[in-house]
């Protein structure tokens, strides 16, 4: 049975450096505005707002995208995800983020045809060609019950749907993120999978705090220049060891890597993989 490498993005603070939605807000001076509101709406009304009051300031969506062209992603990023395309992989963002901001920066960075599946909250642009967004979620009308992830999204859920899509094919997945959201999907990767966390940011904490709870194995990473080549490696580990014939020596290669991250990961260093 073939083996399909799928490997799952977070976008805010993994594929780009910033937070997408504090970057427009910021750059388009929505800070005080923002700030005032935090706490009186969910993340994704608070967007949304965010869109009408710039619609109001006569602010198009082609100046927001033009804004969102300014994130920086930085090279060794878009070198990982082309590598990762052409080398046959599935790749798929999972993001709480929106659709038109992160289709945006992806266009822009000509890597947007990279992957086969972009999740996250709607984003379009309505009649009054104001720009919308809406919860991937509707937690009215169907909530997810997961009490891990926010009321819009469950990242972990989505991951099981993938797993379950073509069942005729083996899947083996590299989880790479950031943030609490990730946490869910993490617990949802088996021990055949591997899951990146970046280094002092909340999803690695959450790891370092509970390695046991983890079934994938785990390598962490800093910069883009750790994030492409970390993934380069684990790439050419799933395709040399096929189609998983002899799962017994997987698992105990898996066991031994988890060692050797909870050992490591205060000393700063990141695994080897050779
Ligand atoms: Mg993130
Ligand atoms: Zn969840």
Not at 244 to 260: F, P, R, Y
């Amino acid at each position: 049975m073939a083996t399909t490498v799928v490997v799952v993005f977070d976008f805010d603070r993994t594929i780009i450096d910033d937070d997408s939605d504090r970057w427009v807000v910021t750059e388009m001076g929505l800070s005080q505005l923002f700030n005032e509101l935090r706490s009186t709406l969910p993340w994704t009304s608070l967007m949304d707002r965010m869109m009408k009051e710039l619609h109001s300031l006569g602010i198009s969506t082609k100046d927001i995208a033009e804004c969102l062209k300014r994130a920086r992603l930085h090279p060794s990023i878009i070198a990982a995800i082309k590598s990762a395309h052409s080398l046959g992989c599935d790749l798929r963002i999972i993001s709480d983020a929106n659709q038109f901001f992160i289709e945006a920066i992806l266009e822009h960075h000509g890597v947007l045809g990279c992957f086969s599946q972009v999740i996250t909250n709607p984003g379009f642009v309505d009649e009054e060609s104001r720009l919308r967004i809406v919860p991937f979620h509707d937690s009215s009308s169907s909530p997810h019950g997961c009490h891990l992830c926010p009321s819009n999204m469950c990242k972990g859920s989505v991951v099981g749907q993938i797993r379950g899509s073509f069942p005729e094919r083996k899947k083996r997945f590299i989880y790479i993120g950031d943030g609490s959201g990730d946490y869910c999907p993490t617990l949802k990767l088996e021990k055949s999978d591997f899951v990146m966390p970046r280094k002092n940011f909340p999803l690695w904490n959450r790891i370092c705090s509970n390695q046991t709870a983890v079934s994938a194995v785990v390598h962490q990473w800093s910069s883009g220049e750790e994030l492409e080549s970390i993934l380069m490696k684990l790439i050419k580990k799933i395709s040399a060891e096929g189609s998983v014939s002899d799962s017994s020596s997987l698992n105990s290669s898996a066991s031994l890597e988890k060692v050797q991250f909870c050992s490591q990961h205060a000393l700063s260093h990141t695994l080897p993989l050779d």
